[in-house]
């Protein structure tokens, strides 16, 4: 019923639950990778869950056959270093204070399975298998729900003392193409987003937008919950209208949702990569409700793509410090249509080379704009000429994975015999331009147009100093 390919991990399992099982113990596997097993995915992380045997005499066992870190002795975890597996013990758990982190946790292993599963979040994640005897432990249906489709919570009881449940249901939701069980999105509606920090929300998001197979899933599980209401710049999107010749989906968030589908099928499975054009296809359209207006009978959104990166600059950033990342994202939101625009202009290659200077990647900016075109259904797009005009006129100026690097640099300017300073900034801004204009190509005709550029700002340089101070002298 596991799913494991990594002979490596596959036989540190075993082992451990073997050395546990002769000493008396009995060692479960739990949560995450039991339920991929079961829907038949790769599991690439284990969780073993050991019941019958002290803290101490747990660490004694695993420390002569691994290299283990304790994570906190309360809590009875135990990492087994260079490898994906988390050995723990059952634990009790006592609301005492704010978020997810606001609890009083003690391990207990004499606790039963059954009671352990009572305190997971989902249904799906409280099924427990022994290895050993091929026993599955399913005291919640877990299965059921699996074959069904469906995220249900398994206690409301304990349900509740974790707001970051409600995230997690979000991305389970995207990840696995389930319906939330109606009695979940109650509960969740009377939770509030306290005491989450930025990260932890980010990392949920990002899991939703990295390996949701139907990120709309989890976004509209986010609205029936009344979550959205945390992320106000999403919020927006709701029933704001579109033209209904070219958005013949509706409204800005159902095309938002639609977009993300399309995007999350043409994953090309660099993590990074994913993250910046994903973010930038849920951001794409954040500006419309702000620009959205009735012209002559028809709706427009003028300027929403420069208003849109300013309010996703926002939205992430309550979220994640990741600058970098942000400063990727951004650009893709405030360019989206450009593809299509630059396509009907028949632009020139300096066109194309300012707005690979801008976007950074040409094919990032190709595939947020394909998701937008893909957005619409039921409107049919076979093919996106547009991006594929782009890419190929981007490739051959070479821009395509990349931004336009300037050919001249710092050095050439004092091989010219100019001394450093302030100065070197605007001549190599000048030359960059030139460069994305087409003025050169190559390094020795570059480093023509820099002398030619140095003698200009010379020349600016001694006309101001000839120049006498302004004096007005009307009165």
């Known amino acids: 019923m596991l799913n494991i390919d990594d002979h490596t991990l596959l036989k540190a399992c075993n082992k451990i639950c073997r050395l546990v099982h002769q000493a008396t113990g009995r060692a479960l596997l739990v949560g995450g990778c039991v339920r991929d097993g079961f829907l038949g995915r790769p599991t690439k992380e284990i969780d073993i869950e050991v019941y019958r045997i002290d803290a101490t005499t747990l660490e004694t066992i695993l420390s002569r056959h691994f290299t283990i870190k304790l994570v906190g002795q309360a809590f009875g975890v135990m990492k087994i270093l260079d490898l994906p597996i988390d050995v723990t013990l059952p634990r009790r758990e006592s609301k005492s204070g704010r978020g997810h982190r606001g609890f009083t946790i003690d391990s207990d292993p004499q606790m039963t399975p059954e009671t352990a599963a009572s305190r997971r979040d989902f249904t799906v994640n409280a099924i427990a298998l022994d290895p050993i005897t091929g026993d599955v432990i399913d005291p919640y249906n877990g299965r059921n729900d699996l074959d069904r489709k469906i995220l249900r919570h398994v ?50 998001w990002k899991k939703m937008i990295l390996h949701g197979v139907r990120p709309s899933r989890g976004l509209t599980f986010l609205r029936d919950s009344q979550w959205i209401r945390y992320f106000p710049e999403l919020f927006a999107l709701i029933d704001c209208p579109q033209d209904p010749n070219w958005h013949p989906e509706g409204d800005v968030w159902t095309h938002t949702l639609h977009c993300l589908d399309a995007f999350a099928e043409r994953r090309v499975n660099d993590a990074r990569e994913d993250l910046v054009v994903g973010l930038a296809v849920l951001c794409h359209d954040l500006g419309k409700p702000e620009t959205t207006t009735v012209e002559n009978g028809r709706i427009t959104s003028k300027e929403h793509s420069a208003v849109g990166e300013k309010l996703t600059r926002t939205f992430l950033s309550r979220m994640t410090n990741e600058t970098a990342l942000i400063d990727d994202v951004l650009p893709l939101v405030g360019t989206h249509l450009a593809p299509m625009q630059l396509f009907k202009a028949e632009a020139s290659d300096a066109a194309i080379r300012r707005l690979a200077r801008r976007v950074g990647r040409i094919d990032r900016l190709v595939r947020v704009a394909h998701a937008d075109m893909l957005g619409r259904p039921p409107l049919q797009v076979d093919t996106f000429d547009a991006g594929d005009w782009l890419t190929e006129r981007a490739r051959r100026l070479e821009i395509e994975a990349a931004a336009p690097k300037p050919i001249i640099m710092g050095r050439h300017l004092i091989q010219l015999g100019l001394e450093p300073g302030t100065h070197f900034g605007p001549i190599i801004e000048a030359c960059f331009n030139a460069q994305i204009e087409g003025e050169f190509k190559t390094l020795q005709d570059g480093i023509e147009y820099a002398g030619r550029e140095i003698l200009h700002s010379q020349s600016l340089h001694k006309l101001a100093k000839a120049s006498p101070p302004y004096t007005d002298c009307s009165s």
Do not use: K, N, Y
């Open 155 to 204: 206690s409301a009881e304990h349900f509740g003392e974790d707001p970051l449940r409600v995230l997690r249901g979000m991305q389970f939701a995207a990840r696995f193409d389930f319906e939330v069980a109606p009695e979940t999105v109650e509960i969740c509606r009377t939770l509030e987003l306290e005491g989450l920090s930025a990260e932890r929300i980010f990392d949920e």
